[in-house]
């Protein structure tokens, strides 16, 4: 029996997704949800156009309001959820009470946990949900998982993922791919790495290394540490695995321009006086230096790296997965686009598919590292093994 998915959030990796339910999914029917109506009827009548097919239909979505959102959940039997990461939790906990299953791109492990504590309520329901199967996180610790399991031990995974303009523009040489609010909280906080099967918590922006990525447009490159590439999986594979981390991968220079502005109080939360007005430097840094890096337009490429270090029929083994993807000049969907929503749409096939337990489930306790790749290499994404 087909079955009907919905994608909340219309932008740019939920056309993606769904997309890729479209192709992939054998659905009944996609519903495109968005605040902004006019947005979830581009989304719908760009891919229709792409399939051939009247698949996607929009429909106007105030995820915030459980009313409204149950009302377009009322049928679903799986959920991708587009939004800001932050309202994961409460569109989760609408879609258990209305019986859908979910997955979401998560990007914020505190907020990701907060999912998660709804497991019983979703067992209960009948439902599964899956946090953080975006990108990073998401297929990044997908490719992790596939190198702990081509591997008779694994002592450590390095994991590092960028999304980069085609033609790098100083002083950033970046090109904005998601919002800004998503590419602070990513420099800003700590991240959760393992280390000598402990969890530790480490600084964003801080641990600065080179990489050398074999790409004509690429070469020399840097990697410092992000916060919420590794999502749950220290936790879930500490006792599998001695070290786990993950790294963004930059233009050199990029992470020390960053710096500056965390270091300076740029990105506080707490509410300061300027002139008699109470602001939120964060807020503003968000509002002023999000539209200005938006400005700057190129076609994107990603470059994903996965590194596992361990044995192999009794001799020491490094393995190293490596993707690298540019945007789609035939359905014009970019890079970041690509493996984010397709990723995100991968878990949610699986789900539909009978192929997940109900429950609260973690990313990397959903499916196989080999399967998900086996899926991207479906879908044309090229990996090269070494």
Request: hydrophobic share 40%; net charge negative.
């Amino acid at each position: 029996m087909k079955k009907v998915f919905a994608v909340l959030g219309a932008g740019m990796q939920g056309t993606a997704a769904a997309y890729d339910l479209a192709k992939f999914a054998d659905a009944q029917v996609i519903r495109m949800g968005d605040v902004d109506l006019h947005q979830a009827e581009k989304s719908s009548r760009r891919v229709n156009e792409l399939i051939g097919s009247a698949i996607c239909e929009p429909h106007q979505v105030n995820a915030l309001e459980p009313a409204n959102l149950s009302k377009f959940l009322d049928g679903v039997d799986v959920l991708i959820s587009c939004v800001p990461y932050w309202m994961h939790p409460k569109i989760a906990a609408v879609a258990v009470q209305s019986k859908t299953s979910m997955v979401d791109l998560g990007g914020n492990t505190d907020i990701t946990m907060e999912t998660l504590k709804l497991d019983d309520m979703a067992k209960s329901a009948g439902v599964t949900l899956v946090p953080d199967t975006g990108l990073a996180p998401g297929l990044v610790n997908s490719l992790g998982l596939w190198l702990i399991e081509h591997l008779d031990t694994c002592e450590t995974v390095k994991l590092y993922c960028g999304v980069l303009p085609q033609n790098p523009k100083p002083p950033f040489n970046y090109k904005l791919t998601f919002n800004c609010e998503g590419l602070v909280t990513e420099y800003d906080y700590q991240a959760v790495v393992l280390r000598n099967h402990e969890i530790a918590l480490v600084d964003t922006l801080t641990e600065t290394e080179e990489l050398f990525i074999d790409q004509p447009e690429l070469g020399q490159m840097e990697a410092f540490v992000t916060s919420g590439g590794t999502s749950t999986a220290p936790y879930t594979l500490k006792d599998r695995v001695t070290n786990y981390e993950y790294k963004t991968i930059r233009f050199p220079g990029h992470g020390f321009l960053m710096k500056i502005f965390k270091d300076f109080g740029f990105w506080n939360e707490e509410a300061i006086d300027v002139k008699g007005t109470k602001i939120v430097p964060k807020d503003v840094f968000n509002a002023v230096f999000g539209p200005e890096l938006a400005k700057f337009v190129d076609r994107d490429m990603c470059a994903v790296r996965g590194v596992g270090m361990g044995t192999k029929d009794g001799q020491p083994k490094t393995l190293q997965i490596d993707i690298f993807d540019k945007e789609d000049e035939v359905t014009g969907f970019t890079s970041m686009e690509r493996l984010t929503g397709f990723s995100a749409s991968i878990y949610a096939i699986e789900i539909a598919n009978g192929h997940m337990p109900d429950g609260a489930i973690r990313y990397e306790n959903g499916m196989s590292g080999t399967k998900f790749v086996q899926e991207l290499e479906r879908r044309g994404i090229q990996l090269t093994y070494s």
